[in-house]
C-alpha cells in the first residue's frame, strides 16, 4: 500500500522545539524527493522544506536556522526538527514525496500548535 504516515506533531510552548516523522511505504523511497509543507487556518499551503534524493535541501525563508530536514533511506523515513518555535509557525505539517513531479503522494498532515 503507497502511503506516507506523518506522527510527531502536538502542542508546544514558544521556543520549544518537535520533531516530525513521516514513514513511507509502498515506493522506491530513495527515488523520491521529500518535502514538508504546511497550511495554517485561512492561508494556503506553503513549503516549508525539501531534501532531494541525492540529498540536497531547501527551506523556507521563515524557518531557515531554525528547522532542519533530514532522511534516513534505510528507514524509509524523512525527518523535521523544529527549534525555537512560535506562534506563526502553529500549522497542519504535510509529508509530501515527489518523483519527477509525475508521480506525488502527501501524508494526511499531523497539527502543531505553538502556544502558551
Known amino acids: 500500500q503507497v502511503q506516507l504516515v506523518e506522527s510527531g506533531g502536538g502542542l508546544v510552548q514558544p521556543g520549544g522545539s518537535l520533531r516530525l516523522s513521516c514513514a513511507a511505504s509502498?515506493?522506491?523511497?530513495?527515488?523520491?524527493?521529500m518535502g514538508w509543507y504546511r497550511q495554517a487556518p485561512g492561508k494556503e499551503r506553503e513549503l516549508v522544506a525539501r531534501i532531494r534524493r541525492g540529498g540536497s535541501t531547501n527551506y523556507a525563508d521563515s524557518v531557515k536556522g531554525r528547522f532542519t530536514i533530514s532522511r534516513d533511506n534505510a528507514k524509509n523515513t524523512v525527518y523535521l526538527q523544529m527549534n525555537s518555535l512560535t506562534p506563526e509557525d502553529t500549522a497542519v505539517y504535510y509529508c509530501?514525496?515527489?518523483?519527477?513531479?509525475?508521480?506525488?503522494?502527501w501524508g494526511q498532515g499531523t497539527q502543531v500548535t505553538v502556544s502558551s
Open positions: 509530501n514525496a515527489d518523483f519527477l513531479s509525475a508521480s506525488i503522494l
Open positions: 509502498g515506493i522506491i523511497f530513495n527515488e523520491y524527493d
